[in-house]
């Protein structure tokens, strides 16, 4: 069927538009994905906790400092995939990146609109149980 490879081809094409965002908690459960499952995360999220675990420890950095992870990539085209990571409160935003294209302050903004919209969303909620009282 020509639809569903239409489809799969949007998908693909949406899914190479932009760094993933996750959004954690503090017990490292994925909360929110752009791309792909929650579930597909867990290992990552794992991974960030112990790295913010141990970040924690040292007195120069402070919550709500970007962090940034590099790792080049083996796969023979030289690619780099870029993990950043904010936490704020009891949260973890995560921007991953294999694009050579997208620089830390573009992760650093794609991590702020991510949390200006969580509590966009929050603060509009409270706003409408508050008018129904």
Not at 5 to 14: A, C, P, V
Not at 52 to 59: A, K, Q, V
Not at 120 to 126: A, I, R
Request: glycine share 6%; hydrophobic share 35%.
């Amino acid at each position: 069927n020509n639809d569903d490879s239409y489809n799969t081809y949007e998908e693909d094409q949406l899914q190479n538009s932009g760094p993933n965002v996750i959004v954690m908690s503090d017990a490292a459960k994925p909360i929110y994905c752009r791309w792909g499952d929650e579930e597909d995360y867990i290992t990552v999220c794992s991974l960030i906790q112990a790295i913010r675990g141990s970040i924690r420890d040292d007195d120069e950095m402070k919550r709500g400092d970007l962090q940034y992870i590099e790792v080049d990539e083996d796969d023979g085209d030289g690619g780099t995939l870029k993990v950043a990571f904010v936490s704020i409160g009891s949260l973890t935003l995560l921007a991953i990146s294999n694009s050579d294209f997208e620089t830390d302050a573009y992760l650093r903004l794609q991590l702020e609109y991510v949390y200006g919209q969580i509590i966009f969303t929050l603060t509009d909620h409270v706003q409408s149980v508050f008018q129904r009282s």
